[in-house]
């Protein structure tokens, strides 16, 4: 090939050394992505692209613009509504995934939540994907089936295999790579059925800042994205938390205090069946309870439903108490 290839510019613009190279802008992210989900770019530029991301660290203008060329592939339903988009890309390995009940807890109240998330690229780790399947709960593998369950139970999970296939091979080169790349950020960030409010989390410190920008510049007007246990949505009770978030369109910061002086011991093993007694009442577990109600007080008051953390947290309350035993 005698002839520059197209995509070649956005790989030189990243790698071209310590003081030629710099960030790609909002513009020049959604191009190179966009060539990236039309299939206009060899598989060794792909890993090149990747990894000179992943070294740099991506910024909010590049998260911005790859979720803007991500957005412009899919093709959800119409006037689908949901109140809550929640990603679920990260899997736990020290607890239980406590904030799936936290997620049916708030759908049996009536606010619609999509989910979508990854599963198995991670040896050791549950995926809310088998996690729903163990629970006997349906997994979405269409926007068909989205929508039906959205209207029946206010709650649908798609994995991202469904919603986005290449973005899932990209994912899936976690162990080819040996590093997680720039996707697993943008996946959290997509929000394909355009919810009011998102949830987010991430696993890394630092990356707080970049998925707020990210949300300001894709003119998300409610987010909050915070370092959950394991990476996923899910409030730890042991720690103070620091909550990153986009409130009418701007960037604020909000700290939730720890539950508990002392932390908890993570369990020797994760048993699935113990999300099924807690949901049940079978089973008391202080920290799965405080971990549940926190995650959805914190849904609550960035959907506007109570003003104040404690006035979101006694709202929890009162809708884990009246959740249907019979669901699970």
């Given at each position: 090939m005698t002839t520059e290839h197209p995509f070649a510019p956005f790989i030189r613009i990243l790698g071209k050394g310590k003081n030629g190279s710099r960030a790609l802008t909002q513009q020049e992210a959604r191009a190179a992505f966009g060539m990236i989900m039309r299939d206009e770019v060899l598989d060794e530029q792909l890993g090149a692209f990747l990894m000179l991301l992943r070294m740099k660290e991506e910024s909010g203008e590049e998260v911005a613009g790859f979720v803007e060329a991500v957005r412009d592939s899919l093709q959800p339903p119409e006037n689908l509504l949901v109140d809550l988009d929640w990603s679920s890309y990260a899997g736990k390995r020290r607890h239980l995934p406590w904030f799936i009940l936290a997620a049916l807890a708030l759908s049996n109240s009536g606010i619609r939540i999509f989910m979508h998330g990854t599963s198995g690229h991670t040896e050791g780790r549950l995926y809310t994907h088998e996690v729903l399947t163990e629970l006997g709960l349906p997994v979405a593998k269409n926007w068909q089936q989205v929508e039906q369950q959205l209207a029946k139970h206010n709650f649908s999970y798609l994995d991202i295999e469904q919603l986005s296939p290449k973005l899932h091979h990209m994912i899936a080169l976690r162990p080819v790579l040996g590093l997680?790349?720039?996707?697993?950020?943008?996946?959290?960030q997509l929000n394909p059925l355009r919810a009011p409010a998102t949830l987010q989390s991430i696993f890394h410190p630092g990356y707080q800042q970049i998925h707020q920008r990210a949300a300001v510049?894709?003119?998300?007007?409610?987010?909050a994205v915070i370092k959950g246990d394991g990476g996923e949505v899910e409030v730890n009770p042991d720690v103070e938390s620091v909550i990153y978030k986009v409130e009418q369109g701007v960037a604020c910061e909000e700290h939730w205090p720890a539950c508990f002086e002392r932390?908890?011991?993570?369990?020797?093993?994760?048993?699935?069946?113990?999300?099924?007694?807690?949901?049940?009442?079978?089973?008391?577990?202080?920290y799965?309870?405080?971990?549940?109600?926190?995650?959805?007080?914190?849904a609550l008051k960035l959907l506007g439903h109570a003003g104040s953390q404690q006035s979101a947290l006694v709202l929890a309350?009162?809708?884990?108490?009246?959740?249907p035993m019979s669901l699970l």
């Open positions: 997680r790349t720039p996707v697993h950020t943008l996946a959290r510049l894709l003119a998300e007007a409610e987010m932390r908890h011991t993570k369990p020797a093993k994760l048993n699935i069946n113990e999300l099924r007694s807690v949901w049940r009442g079978e089973l008391e577990d202080e799965a309870l405080a971990a549940i109600q926190m995650t959805m007080a914190l309350q009162a809708y884990w108490q009246r959740r």
